[in-house]
C-alpha cells in the first residue's frame, strides 16, 4: 500500500470508531416510560429542525455549486471546484447530523447511568460526546484527501489541484455559519423564554416539566452546542489544513524540497497537514480510553487526562513526522528555515490553543473572581450593576487571549514564515476529535441533567448529573475560547494563502481603497452581530407570548402552578394528597410542540440575512472593485484592476478580522461570565455580600437571570457566529481570487503604493518618475 493511503485510511478508520461508539450508547438502557418519552420529544424537536434546515440549505448548495462550475474556467481553476464545494458542505451537515443522533440517544441514556452511579453517567455521555468529534475528523479527513488525491490524478498542477480542493472549505464554511446562526437563534429563543417566563415569572426551575419552552430549550442545547459546534470546528480543522497546503505548494518548488526522495518527495510538504491531521486522529482514539472518573471524584480530571494523554502522543508523532517529510534546513525569501522550526510553530499553536483556553476558563469559570464579582454586584445594585460588571469582565477578557495570538503570530512566523502560522493553526486543531469529544459531553450532560429534572429522578441522580454539567458548562467555555482562537490562525493562514494565489506581497493600508474596506472590514462583525441579536429578540418575544398564553389558559397548568407557588419549597412527598392529584394532572398538559415550532420557525427565517452578508460581501467587494478600476480611461489601470480589487479585498479581511476575534472574544466571555454568576446564587448558600447570603429566588438572583438572558445570545449566538463569519469570508476571497486576479498584471512597487501605475504595467521595472513604456 502506498504511503497516501494511509490517511484517508485514517479518516475510515476515525468513522468505524465512531460507528463503534454510537452503536455502544444506542445498547444502554434508556430508564423509565416517561424518561423515554421526554427524550423522545427532545429528538422529535432535533430531528424536525434538521430536516427543516438542511432542507433549505440544499437549494443553497445546489445554486452556488451551479455558479461555481458555469464560473470557473481557465488554466487556474476547474468546474470541478463545485464538486469540492458540494462534498464539503455534505460532510459539513453529515458531520452535524451524526452528533445531533447520537448525543439525543446519549441524554437519556445518561441520566439514567445516573441512578447508579457518577463513573457509569460520564462514561455514557463522554462516549456520546466522542461521536460527535471522531465524526468530525473522519469526515474532514476522508473527504479532504480523497478529493485531492483524485484531482492529482488529473495531470494538473499542484497549485490548480489546491485551488478547486478550498472549494471543499467553502462548502464546510457554508453549512457551518448558517448552523451556528441557525443553532444559536433556536436554543436561545427557546432559553430566554423557558427563563423569563418560568424562572422569574412563575418561579419555577428552569427544566420543570410544567414549563413549556423546557423541550425546545434541551432541543437548543443539541442544535446549537452539539451540531453548531460541530460544524464550527470542523470547518477550522479543513481550513487550517487547506491554507497550510495552499503555503506548501509554493516551498514544493525550491531545490531542497525538489531534491527529497523518500516519504511523498517533494509534495511532502503540502501532504503535511494532512499527515498531521491522521496522527491527531490516533492520539484522539487512544486519549479517549484514559476518559474516566471514580465514584465521588471529579469528572473534570478524567476529562483532562484525556486531553493530555493525546496531546503528548500528538507532539511525538508530529517530531517524527515533520522531520520526516521535510528536509533539515531551506531557504526562502533568503531567510533560513529548518524542519525543527517547522515542529516548534506547531507547539505554539498547541501552547496558544491551551493558553486561551485557561483565560477563559478563568474569566468564565464558576466561582472564579471575575464571577463572583459580577454576583456581588447584582445582590448591591440589581440588574443594571451586574450588566455594567459583566461588560467589564468581557472587555477586560480580550486581552490576554489577542497578546496570546499575536506572540503566536510571531513566534511561528520566526520560526517557518507564513506557512509556520499555518502549521500552528493545524497543531491547534490536530486533537480536534478529543477536544470536540469533550467539548459535545456539556450539553449531552445539561440534557440529562433536564430530563432527570423533568422525570422528578431522585436528588442524588440530580446531583450526579449537575456534577456532570457543571463541568459540561466549564468545557463548553473553554471549547468557545478554542473554537474563537483556532478561527483566528486558521483565518491568518487562509488569509496567507489568499495573498499568494493573488499574487500580492504586500497590502498598502495607505491606499484610499485599501482603507476603506479596512473600516468597512472592521464594521460587518458589529453589524452580523445585531442581525443576530435582533432575530433572537424576536423569537424570544414569540416564545415568551406562547409560555404566557399556555400558563394562563390551560386550566390544568394554572392549577398547578397555583399549587406550587402554595407549597413553596416544601418537597413534593410533603404536599396534601389534594395538592399532589392537582399537581399531577398537570403531567403532559404542556404544548412543548408549539414551543419547538416556534423556535424552528424563528431559526428557519432569520438565518437567512446574516449568512448572505457574510456570503456575498467578499463578492461584491472584490468585483465591485474590479469593475470601478476597469471603467477607467487609462488601459494601463484597466490591465492592473484585478490586482488592485484584490488588494481592496485584502483590507476588507483584515478588518473583519481583527475586529470579529475581538468581538467574538467579548461576547463569549461575557455571556458565559453572566451565566456561572446567576448559577452562583442556585448552588449552595447562595452569595455572601456584608453577612446577608443570596439564595436561589431573591431579588440579586433575578438580576442574575436578567444578566444571564442578556448573554444568552452573545455566547451562544452571535458570538460562535463570528468565527466562522471571518473564515468563511476568507474562503470565499480564496475561492475568488483566480478570477480577480486572471489577466491582471502589476509589480510589488504598485503593491506597495497601493495605487495602479502606468510606469509599473506590462513593461520594465526599471521605468522612472512616472515615465511610460
Not at 476529562?303 to 493530555?308: I, K, M, Q
Not at 463541568?471 to 486558521?490: C, D, E, Q, R, W
Not at 433575578?702 to 469570508?729: C, F, H, Q, R, Y
Amino acid at each position: 500500500m502506498k504511503n497516501e493511503y494511509l490517511i484517508p485510511l485514517a479518516g475510515l478508520l476515525a468513522l468505524i470508531f465512531t460507528y463503534l461508539r454510537a452503536q455502544w450508547v444506542a445498547q444502554q438502557d434508556p430508564g423509565t416510560d416517561r424518561m423515554k418519552r421526554i427524550a423522545g420529544y427532545i429528538t422529535d424537536g432535533a430531528m424536525a429542525f434538521l430536516r427543516a434546515e438542511y432542507s433549505k440549505l440544499a437549494w443553497f448548495v445546489v445554486g452556488v455549486a451551479v455558479l461555481l462550475a458555469l464560473t470557473s474556467q481557465g488554466s487556474h481553476t476547474s468546474p470541478l471546484i463545485a464538486l469540492s464545494f458540494v462534498v464539503g458542505a455534505t460532510c459539513s451537515a453529515l458531520a452535524g447530523y451524526i452528533g445531533m443522533k447520537v448525543a439525543t440517544k446519549a441524554n437519556v441514556r445518561t441520566a439514567h447511568a445516573a441512578r447508579t452511579g457518577l463513573a457509569s453517567a460520564l462514561n455514557v455521555a463522554f462516549r456520546g460526546g466522542s461521536v460527535m468529534g471522531m465524526g468530525v475528523v473522519g469526515l474532514g479527513v476522508l473527504g479532504l484527501s480523497g478529493l485531492f488525491f483524485f484531482y492529482n490524478t488529473q495531470g494538473w498542477e499542484i497549485s490548480k489541484v489546491i485551488a478547486v480542493l478550498t472549494g471543499f472549505s467553502f462548502g464546510a464554511s457554508s453549512i457551518a455559519l448558517f448552523a451556528r446562526v441557525g443553532g444559536g437563534i433556536y436554543t436561545k429563543a427557546a432559553d430566554v423564554g423557558a427563563d423569563l417566563v418560568g424562572k422569574v415569572e412563575a418561579g419555577i426551575p428552569e427544566d420543570h416539566p410544567l414549563n413549556p419552552a423546557t423541550i425546545a430549550d434541551n432541543v437548543g442545547d443539541n442544535v446549537g452546542d452539539v451540531a453548531g459546534m460541530g460544524a464550527d470546528l470542523f470547518e477550522s480543522y479543513v481550513g487550517s489544513m487547506i491554507g497550510a497546503m495552499v503555503l506548501g505548494a509554493v516551498l514544493m518548488t525550491l531545490p531542497e524540497f525538489v531534491g527529497i526522495t523518500g516519504g511523498f518527495g517533494a509534495l511532502g510538504v503540502v501532504m503535511l497537514p494532512l499527515c498531521l491531521a491522521a496522527i491527531g486522529i490516533v492520539a484522539s482514539m487512544i486519549g479517549t480510553m484514559f476518559v474516566s472518573v471514580e465514584e465521588g471524584g471529579d469528572p473534570k480530571a478524567g476529562l483532562t487526562r484525556g486531553e493530555l494523554t493525546a496531546a503528548v502522543i500528538m507532539l511525538l508523532g508530529g517530531y517524527f513526522l515533520i522531520n520526516g517529510l521535510l528536509p533539515e534546513t531551506w531557504v526562502f525569501g533568503g531567510t533560513t528555515f529548518t524542519a525543527m522550526g517547522v515542529f516548534y510553530a506547531s507547539l505554539i499553536g498547541l501552547a496558544c490553543g491551551l493558553g486561551i483556553g485557561f483565560v477563559t476558563e478563568y474569566y468564565t469559570g464558576f466561582n472564579k473572581e471575575p464571577v463572583r464579582e459580577i454576583s456581588r454586584q447584582s445582590a448591591k445594585g440589581g440588574a443594571a450593576t451586574n450588566i455594567i460588571s459583566g461588560l467589564g469582565v468581557g472587555m477586560r477578557s480580550t486581552m490576554w487571549p489577542i497578546l496570546f495570538l499575536a506572540t503566536a503570530i510571531l513566534g511561528a512566523y520566526h520560526f517557518a514564515g507564513l506557512y509556520g502560522i499555518a502549521i500552528a493553526a493545524v497543531g491547534m486543531l490536530a486533537n480536534t476529535g478529543i477536544q470536540l469529544a469533550v467539548d459535545a459531553y456539556g450539553p449531552v450532560a445539561d440534557n440529562a441533567g433536564g430530563i432527570a429534572q423533568m422525570s422528578e429522578l431522585p436528588e442524588e441522580v440530580r446531583a450526579r448529573t449537575d456534577s456532570l454539567d457543571a463541568v459540561g458548562n466549564t468545557t463548553a467555555a473553554i471549547g468557545k475560547g478554542f473554537a474563537i482562537g483556532s478561527a483566528a490562525l486558521t483565518a491568518l493562514a487562509l488569509f496567507a494563502a489568499y495573498m499568494g494565489v493573488a499574487g500580492i506581497s504586500t497590502i498598502n493600508i495607505a491606499s484610499p481603497s485599501v482603507m476603506a474596506c479596512l473600516f468597512v472590514g472592521a464594521m460587518l462583525p458589529f453589524l452580523f452581530s445585531a442581525m443576530a441579536i435582533e432575530a433572537v429578540g424576536r423569537a424570544a418575544s414569540d416564545m415568551i407570548k406562547e409560555v404566557q398564553r399556555q400558563f394562563k389558559n390551560i386550566p390544568e397548568l394554572k392549577a398547578a402552578l397555583g399549587k406550587m407557588k402554595e407549597n413553596g419549597d416544601k418537597p413534593i412527598e410533603e404536599w396534601s394528597e389534594e395538592d399532589r392529584n392537582v399537581y399531577e394532572a398537570a403531567d403532559g398538559k404542556a404544548e412543548y410542540a408549539n414551543c419547538v415550532s416556534i423556535s424552528t420557525t424563528a431559526a428557519i427565517r432569520e438565518m437567512v440575512k446574516p449568512g448572505m452578508l457574510a456570503v456575498l460581501t467578499p463578492v461584491v467587494i472584490g468585483f465591485g472593485f474590479k469593475y470601478i478600476y476597469g471603467m477607467s480611461d487609462n488601459p494601463v489601470v484597466v490591465a492592473a484592476a484585478g490586482k488592485h480589487a484584490a488588494m481592496a479585498l485584502g483590507g476588507l479581511l483584515a478588518g473583519v478580522t481583527v475586529s470579529g476575534v475581538l468581538l467574538a472574544l467579548f461576547q463569549a466571555n461575557a455571556g458565559g461570565a453572566w451565566d456561572n454568576a446567576k448559577k452562583m446564587f442556585e448552588e449552595g448558600k447562595g452569595v455572601e455580600v456584608d453577612g446577608v447570603y443570596h439564595t436561589k429566588g431573591s431579588d440579586a438572583h433575578k438580576a442574575g437571570v436578567v444578566g444571564d438572558t442578556v448573554g444568552d445570545p452573545l455566547k451562544d449566538t452571535s458570538g460562535p457566529s463570528l468565527n466562522i463569519l471571518l473564515k468563511l469570508m476568507t474562503v470565499i476571497a480564496l475561492v475568488i481570487a483566480p478570477l480577480l486576479v486572471a489577466d491582471s498584471v502589476i509589480s510589488d512597487a504598485d503593491q506597495a503604493d497601493g495605487k495602479p501605475k502606468v510606469e509599473n504595467v506590462g513593461g520594465d521595472n526599471d521605468s522612472k518618475d512616472g515615465e511610460s513604456k
